[in-house]
């Protein structure tokens, strides 16, 4: 019953996130947003969500796990209300914003409650399998019933459809879930908190808006949070754990897991409705077979990372995402391109989801319970991190070539090459280190 709430949340977020992405022009269109002003529906919700994660994770480890789950529901409910009853476009971003706040409190908390509460090894690996295949189907049961349902009962129906699913989630938290926190100290880091929370909005923002000293100021100020780190008696994100082989490679794979997948299906989308000349319905359909392999690889993931390690799933997850996506730089204009594209995307989200799952069990292992927050919060950091500046910066390296397939098979071809180039440097970052027979040495010179 504590697996199906937590899980339940996730798909909550997932669900929403799909809908509102296939939603967003009717939303744009019923509050008075012009065309210009239609990015800001996703980035409203992205700054808060990829600025705050790592706070709200650390947040929860000191304050309470099931607190920032619940106060982070509570807010998705009153957000989606919110939107929902939007007449200006005031109103809307405001919505928007607040439901990046709620994510970036509730996905760590859930996370966080997950590895707290299924203790490391295989029974978590097999639900963190579980966590990735019900995100993979919330993001295709949102893409699939997404148009149909905003067809059928407006945009509204975007944000309403979360309401009755957090309420209950809400009843039924406190009766299942008890409290879970770091035992000791309850002080915040505050200095590490705004400096870091500030430095990811910047990059995002420069990111997003193409802005020069919007990044200067970011990456001053992420310079600032780690000296700040490096002296502080009480760490908001202690430098010894973010130097862990399995944190630091472990969310750099996440990184370009969650910025290069996310970047193709953009490219791919703009393939079908630009090149190939189908409607938005087909499209989703399209992405939406292929998405069911994405659903069978958590659930498979998580089990083979216990018989085969992480970081071997890790590698071969990111490989087979990477290769899948070759022969997509070589599809033409003519609709019999998609005997290649199906299964390409099938065995490609099949790759991906398997990666997902092993990179959540690689940054999430080794470290003790009163850090789970933090690390939770690090990976979350990091997937909505690379979910708001991938499609950008690939949609920039397409636009080089103009608004053509040559454009499209270009960025294609640096998402490979980036993805081989990661499979390389996570298996040799992540390979084991040889500690153990000097330590046995040593004991054995000390006895003597």
Known sequence: MVLLVLLGAGFTMAVDFSILNVALPEVGAGVGLGLTGLPWIASAYALPAAGFALVFGRLADLFGRRRLFVAGMVLLVGSSLLGGFAVNPEMLLTARALQGFATAMSIPATLSLLTTTFAEGALRERVLGLNGALLSGGFTAGALVGGTLVGLLGWRAAFFV????????????????????????????????????????????????????????????????????????????PVHILRRPTVKWGNYAG??????????????????????????????????????????????AGRVVGRLGSRKVLVAGLAVQGLATVPLIFLGADRAALAVLIPALFIGFFGHVSAIVAFTVTATSGLPDEQQGLATGLTSMTQQVALTVGIPIMASVAATQGAGLAGIHLALGVIVAMTLVTVVLVWFGLRPRDGHGVRTARRAFASR
Do not use: C, H, K
């Not at 409607?279 to 359909?285: I, K």
């Open 255 to 300: 990184f370009m897991i969650f910025a290069l997948e996310p970047a193709m299906i953009f490219l791919m989308t703009l393939y079908l409705q630009r090149s190939l000349d189908f409607s938005p319905l087909v499209t989703g359909l399209i992405f939406g077979v292929p998405g069911l392999a994405s659903v069978a690889a958590g659930v498979i």
């Open 162 to 237: 979360n309401v009755p699913v957090a309420v209950a989630i809400l009843v039924a938290t406190p009766i299942l879930i008890s409290e879970s926190r770091a035992p000791g100290r309850t002080r915040l880091d505050l200095p590490g908190a705004v400096t870091v929370s500030g430095g990811l909005l910047a990059v995002i923002y420069a990111v997003i808006e193409r802005s020069v000293p919007a990044a200067v100021a970011g990456v001053l100020l992420l310079a600032a949070f780690w000296v700040i780190e490096l002296r502080s008696p009480a760490p908001l994100a």
